[in-house]
């Protein structure tokens, strides 16, 4: 069906609703549609393939369906969905996925207007994440990619979430950033989600975490998100202790002499962590000194570091900072040649 959707030849059928008792499950009414749909087509080769969705099959129906031309799609073969609930997503999410075939931009076909997120969203990414609950904890901790949550989640981030969706969409975001790594879509869903509902805390932990590496800040960055509507909710203290954890492996990596620009944007976060802007720590509180002792390590191999001034209601401002960290990457010695000698 989505193959059809947009080719010359393809149109939609309107269909006048009236008051009366039948239904899909009436055997006659996908017969009569489908039969409408043949006199409105010049010839057989016109006519676009009708389909109908079905949850299990129906070898007697699925038979007499495509006598007249009707094909079976059926979304549960095994039966395994029973309960209303399951089904419902089982069939928010085919829906899903034929509008995605059908519109890879998340644009309704012939018009500009973003699609809309639909139920099914935050039981798919359930789904999704159940089997990542069982990897090991050293792959969760080091954040390999998870494909298929990274494609749904960019998908997710063109369309227009509904109000009523905004509490499910927000805790979905939560869970992709606690058990799994927090993916380039989640990042994009986020920016969207506060572009289009004024932020959440869960936006914010989902942007301030993308900020731990280089290429997240450009993503956030590029984005031109409104820096008060990020800045303007607080993250949870745990997520902060994530983040000194990680800027703690970035200065270790630079005292080894393996130096990249993810430092730069953590020094930034590091710095509002610290200043209560992010969380709200007791003064005496042992991520705070941890956090500044990190801010203070880091100053003594980048002198910028200390001028950091982050600004409440702006970006990172971390340029001097990546200048002294490209400086310290241009002037790394070269690796010594290996010392075996051929024979």
Known sequence: AAAKCGQPGWRPMSIHYSRCRYDFAELSVPVILASDLTFRTDSEEDRPTSFIVRFTPN???????????IETICIDPDGTAQSPQEKSALLGDFLHRLATAASPDGLIPGSSSPLFLSSAFSATVRRILEPAKTRTGSLRSYGYPNAALDRYLVDAAKRIVP?????EV??????SLTDVLLTTGAIQLALSLTRQCKGSPECTEVIVMGFRSNSGGRLI???KPDWAQIWGYKIRESVAQNLVTIAERELNSHKQNQIDTDL????DILKRITNDQLCDLAPESTLKKSAQAVLAEASEFYPSVRELQP???GPPTVEDLVEEIEQAIASKPSPEPPDDVPF
Do not use: E, H, I, T
Not at 163 to 167: D, N, V
Not at 170 to 175: E, G, K, S, V
């Open 163 to 167: 109000m009523a969706l905004k509490p």
């Open 264 to 267: 730069a944007f953590l020094m």
């Open 311 to 313: 600004d409440p209601n």
């Open 170 to 175: 927000a805790a979905a975001l939560r869970a």
């Open 59 to 69: 070898s007697v129906l699925q038979r007499l369906y495509a006598a007249v031309g």
């Open 221 to 223: 960055m590029d984005a």
